[in-house]
């Protein structure tokens, strides 16, 4: 094929934006039979062409390479539904549940980074209870002087629990865990900094900190209360994953040799202004509460084979509100374990069970002593985590509830498309 085809081709490519072409163009001089005037404005267009790969995104870069921009797209498509202890179906739910705009790059420096995404369901964007809309997940400029360690200020994920750290497009069920969902610390604004060193042989470290307004994403400001403050350790003994395995559920890459986490991280919430922290209502009358998050993680993986587990909780001097009716911050620990395997012909199954333990002094409050819930999930990869196909069923259990009438099942199906 000649040249000039090549490039109509790679046009072609770029205006439909294909999400299974890579944009790339060989051209030879001897055989472009156009003036060299014309030649060499071809050649600077082709140059400044978007690469199209899944999974990779649309990256533009001009010829001075002053710049660099990628842009991702992905999606997730789901459908619920839910029955009570007699199987009879409670709830079905269809939706988007997450659409997601990013664009990652550098700006003047490959040093001078940054990451924005945005998002466009109602999941996303729910507004907050001080009415402030919530479209954008993350705006982050990083300095990154060099591979061992960088700083970044702006809005982002508070680097805590493993779960919360990988992204919903990395995760092996069709969504995190009722443990994650009560504790993690979400998104916050602030400062935030990373250190990352081999100490000897294949042993690894990771420290992660961050000081940030407390009160979680979008807030933008918050009168009489403190800020947040963030760290996480990380120890890898056994060496890194591959391809930064650590924050993608599974082992997709099916490591050699086997690979270890252990890390652990603790946050302070000063005179916090929300129930959970980063999350949840504002606390009614004004009122603040000191809150201490702690969390930590276990991965193992080897060959197709992940072992996961989990351990966070909150602490509260306080937690009943006992100005206000019903209103409580949720004190008590929750542990989640999960395992899977991934068959040579990228079809995965994978178990979970996750137990949330409420404190003595919340358990009438929060309507349960403990509750279980436990899911089985299959997941058929197309192209890695990218482009696959979930589906799990939960089973949920509430010792002593309130309300007898809670779901026990609930089965889920998901289309997770990302380029």
């Known amino acids: 094929m000649q040249a000039h085809s090549k490039c109509n081709l790679l046009l072609l490519f770029y205006l439909i934006c294909s999400i299974n072409a890579t944009a790339s163009v060989n051209y030879d001089n ?8 014309e030649k060499e404005s071809l050649v600077d267009k082709i140059r400044n062409m978007p690469n199209i790969e899944v999974g990779k995104g649309i990256t533009f870069q001009p010829k001075n390479e002053s710049y660099k921009i990628t842009m991702r797209i992905r999606m997730q498509n789901m459908v619920s539904a839910t029955f009570d202890k007699k199987f009879s179906n409670t709830d079905i739910e269809a939706q988007v549940k997450r659409l997601r705009l990013r664009f990652d790059g550098y700006v003047y420096s490959p040093k001078l980074t940054y990451s924005i995404q945005l998002g466009f369901t109602p999941y996303d964007t729910k507004s907050l209870p001080n009415g402030n809309m919530n479209f954008v997940r993350d705006a982050m400029i990083y300095y990154i002087p060099s591979p061992t360690w960088n700083i970044g200020f702006g809005q982002t994920k508070i680097k805590a629990n493993r779960a919360r750290i990988n992204s919903s497009s990395a995760l092996q069920f069709v969504d995190r865990s009722i443990v994650n969902s009560e504790f993690n610390l979400d998104r916050d604004f602030g400062i935030f900094g990373e250190y990352n060193k081999r100490l000897f042989s294949d042993f690894n470290i990771g420290i992660r900190g961050s000081v940030t307004l407390g009160e979680g994403r979008n807030w933008v400001s918050s009168s009489k209360s403190g800020l947040a403050y963030t760290g996480r350790l990380e120890l890898f003994p056994l060496g890194r994953f591959k391809s930064m395995g650590d924050i993608a559920e599974g082992d997709f890459e099916r490591e050699q040799t086997p690979k270890i986490l252990l890390a652990g991280a603790f946050s302070y919430n000063d005179r916090a202004k929300r129930v959970q922290g980063q999350n949840g209502a504002l606390i009614e009358n004004n009122m603040s509460r000191n809150i201490s998050s702690y969390f930590f993680d276990f991965i193992f993986k080897y060959n197709g084979f992940a072992f996961y587990t989990d351990l966070m909780g909150r602490l509260c001097k306080s937690p009943v509100l006992h100005n206000v009716e019903n209103q409580y911050i949720y ?9 899977s395997y991934l068959f040579p012909k990228n079809w995965e199954i994978a178990l979970r ?3 949330l333990l409420p404190d003595d002094d919340v358990k009438n409050l929060v309507g ?11 997941t058929r990869y197309l192209i890695g985590h990218s482009l696959k196909i979930q589906a799990d069923a939960s089973f949920n259990y509430k010792k002593q509830a309130i309300d007898p009438q809670y779901s026990r099942w609930m089965l889920r199906f998901q289309i997770e498309l990302g380029f």
């Open 368 to 378: 349960y002593n403990f509750y279980n819930q436990s899911t089985f999930g299959v």
């Open 331 to 339: 004190a008590g620990k929750g542990v989640n374990i999960q395992t």
């Open 353 to 355: 069970n996750s137990t």
């Open 30 to 37: 001897d055989s472009l039979l156009i003036d060299p005037k």
